[in-house]
């Protein structure tokens, strides 16, 4: 194989299908054969089974919709206030050496250690559940944005000033346009991890969401179920991504190579 | 130095004589150690509209397109940005994003972004040396003919000898470290220039005096850099 060589759009798309055939072989063919006892993983077709009982009977529905809601919430909530704190901080260095060192050390804060803290404060409601996303992105934001917005670049800045722009209208007609598609792109990622945090959260003293039926599955001993609900997480993370990246594709046509 | 309203004057010297921060001090985007400068008697203190800029690297704002970027400039109107695509050769472009465009023709477009803004002094820092031969001589073909016509102040810095004798009324070579300008010389060639020119007789005269001049200039930086 040539490093870097591209390879053709279809054949792609077979090596792609490819391996999730090979993954779906190898769990049934350890399921199946026996190789791995039931108590501890379900074969895929029980897994199917179990997936349609939850989105039939027990109103799965209704979780993944909270936990959805949620996710959104705690990132919506993160970017609304990160990213314009992020932009102060990139665009005016004073505002950056005053939060900067604060933010850095907060970013390494795991956001599932604060849950037990995040209890005392908010409960076991949907404000906890939002709490502990905001924690987990927010610092991130801020300073991915910072990093972005400071990295401008500083041609383009000065070209603005000589066109007769002043101060404010450098943030607003420069930095700000210029860094809008990589702004898009952390959000991207961090929405990523969002569903992570969501699900450490309902783990822990939730009554709803997918990581709830995730704990009472486990209760119960229910293998099919797990996977299900990870599998579900799995497809709406791709779901999310994709969605995501069209949007910016069509925000942002001039930013691609 | 002195630059008087309408002239062309080509900054030439080796590469790290500090031809572009005298540019960048003129534009009031670096802030002179010693010394000043005075356009109409008034203190250059930070960048305005009324100095317009070309840069070597490509500085167009990639997020507009070639007409919104022409329009970027404070003073600019849609008319004169119209006027000035048309003029320097990018009709039919108006809505293409810079990087659907040549290396030539985005500094065409950032020419036309400067001169709508409508400053009272351009300045060019060696915008066409990142340009192949061919393209920088048609450029330098478009820029003298803009300036022939609407005789703006220009001020052009550059390392290309042949570009300075083209394009200057005066040619002022500066020293290495510390950079100052120690030669001016009148180009007195007739307006309006021929390419073919650059092959004649008077060119070739003031060719051979400024090599001369930058060739003693770059041994002298090349020496001090060891």
């Known amino acids: 194989m040539t490093p870097l060589k591209p390879v053709a759009p279809g054949a792609r798309v077979a090596l792609g299908v490819a391996f999730f055939v090979l993954f779906f072989a190898a769990w049934a063919a350890a399921t199946f054969g026996g190789y791995v006892s039931a108590t501890f993983l379900a074969d895929p077709a029980t897994m199917l089974r179990e997936g349609w009982s939850l989105l039939a009977v027990h109103g799965f529905i209704k979780d993944i919709l909270v936990t959805i809601w949620r996710v959104l919430g705690g990132f919506v909530l993160a970017a609304a206030l990160g990213v314009p704190l992020g932009i102060a901080m990139g665009a005016y260095k004073p505002i950056e050496a005053f939060f900067e060192p604060f933010v850095s050390f907060a970013r390494y804060l795991p956001a599932s250690a604060f849950i037990p803290l995040l209890i005392l404060w908010a409960g076991t409601g949907e404000a906890q559940k939002l709490l502990v996303i905001f924690v987990g992105s927010f610092f991130q934001v801020v300073l991915m944005v910072a990093v972005t917005v400071g990295n401008t670049r500083r041609d383009l800045v000065e070209a603005a000033y000589t066109l007769g722009v002043t101060d404010r209208g450098i943030v607003r007609r420069v930095l700000l346009p210029s860094s809008a598609p990589e702004m898009a792109e952390i959000l991207r990622l961090v929405l990523g991890w969002a569903w992570t945090y969501v699900i450490v959260a309902e783990l822990i003293g939730s009554s709803s969401g997918i990581g709830h039926m995730i704990m009472d599955s486990q209760a119960l001993l229910n293998t099919g179920q797990i996977i299900f609900g990870i599998i579900v997480i799995g497809f709406i993370g791709l779901a999310s991504d994709f969605l995501f990246k069209a949007l910016n594709r069509r925000l942002f046509p001039w930013s691609l190579a | ?226």
């Open chain 2, 1 to 226: 130095m002195a630059v008087a309203d309408n002239d062309f004057i080509c900054i030439l010297g080796p590469s790290g004589c500090g031809k572009s921060t005298l540019l960048r001090i003129v534009a009031g985007l670096d802030v002179p150690s010693t010394g000043r400068v005075l356009l109409d008697g008034q203190p250059v203190a930070r960048p305005g509209p009324d100095r317009g800029m070309v840069f070597q690297s490509y500085t167009l704002f990639p997020w507009l397109t070639v007409r919104q970027n022409v329009l970027f400039g404070s003073r600019a109107t849609p008319a004169v940005a119209d006027a000035l695509i048309a003029r320097v050769g990018l009709r039919g472009f108006e809505n293409h994003f810079p990087k659907m465009l040549s290396g030539g023709m985005q500094q065409r477009t950032a020419l036309a972004r400067a001169l709508a803004n409508d400053p009272k002094i351009l300045l060019l820092d060696e915008p066409f040396g990142a340009l192949d031969n061919q393209t920088r001589a048609l450029m330098q073909e478009l820029l003298l003919g803009i300036w022939e016509a609407d005789r703006k102040t220009v001020l052009f810095v550059t390392h290309d000898i042949d570009e300075a004798i083209f394009m200057a009324s005066r040619v002022a070579v500066m020293s290495a470290r510390p950079g100052h300008i120690k030669h001016e010389l009148k180009i007195d060639l007739p307006h309006p220039r021929h390419y073919t020119m650059k092959t004649g007789a008077d060119f070739s005269r003031y060719k051979a005096e400024l090599t001369e001049q930058i060739r003693v200039e770059s041994i002298r930086a090349a020496q001090m850099e060891h």
